[in-house]
């Protein structure tokens, strides 16, 4: 019986693959069919796809919702239907801007703005994808989303008067098209722009530097040295405080029953004293790991302070 792997697995996604095709190559590595990614990035760009395996595939929800960090090449005086260079010309304009202009520019955007999603994304109205409508040469109204831009560095200008080009490392939010954020700088330039590429170097905690390619998964495999790469589920939540659960409460804790403060094995909870002042050091919705003392992982639990009880956010055991 072949292995099935959890957790989660850092892709360097190559330029010409699509996110689906990476996870449709991985079940063939990996001989699995639970697998499933994090968030699409177009198939022109490259860089770290956070993919989720077997009980991490749990956790998919969980990783779209973290930062990102890109750095995008980006072509003034051109604008396209995709809002990257990959798409059909719409206009171009002279480009007649100064390094100071574009660096003034670029710091309107840092903090929260209204962007409106490209026709070519992947959102659905009415029951179809954009691009579907894209590619059938309709333009539909899309509502502008709040997103929040952390912070924009100008990396490189040398090429700002030969080429219209600049690099910029931009760390957002989730939602965040890096192709419209090329576009309405351009548009506040008075010269129009469009992304000429782009590398996503980090999603959390996950770096382009730990990225591994489809070829190295593969090469990994056959040396059994999968472990190297795969990380374990609970590795997003190191930050977070842990507990172990006694012994006799383990077969509830395994169908995701809640949990008491006098569940938990702690030496310092020998009466109902400490069980209260162990309660208010847990505000309501705090977070935990939660562990057996084998050191087998269950999941992510929350404080409900109104109850007193510990209650299963995601829960990642499953019974051999």
Known sequence: MPNTYNGLINIYKEAGYTSNDVVARLRGILHQKKIGHTGTLDPDAVGVLVVCLGNGTKMCDMLTDHDKEYIAVCKLGVETDTQDLSGNVVGSLEV??????????????????????PMYSAIKIGGKRLYELAREGKTVERKARRINIEAISILDDSRLEDEGLFTMEVKCSKGTYIRTLCHDIGQRLG???AMAHLTRTAVGSFHLEDAVTLDRVEELRDQGLLDEVIKSTEVLFKDMDYVHIKEAFLPKLRNGNPFKFTDIVDEHLPDEQDVVEKDAEYPDKTRIRVYGLDNVFYGIYYYDARTKMFKVEKFFYESN
């Open 191 to 193: 010269c129009g722009a």
């Open 96 to 117: 007649n801007v100064s390094r100071q202009e574009l660096h003034e520019a670029v710091k309107a955007f840092v903090g929260e703005y209204d962007q409106i999603p």
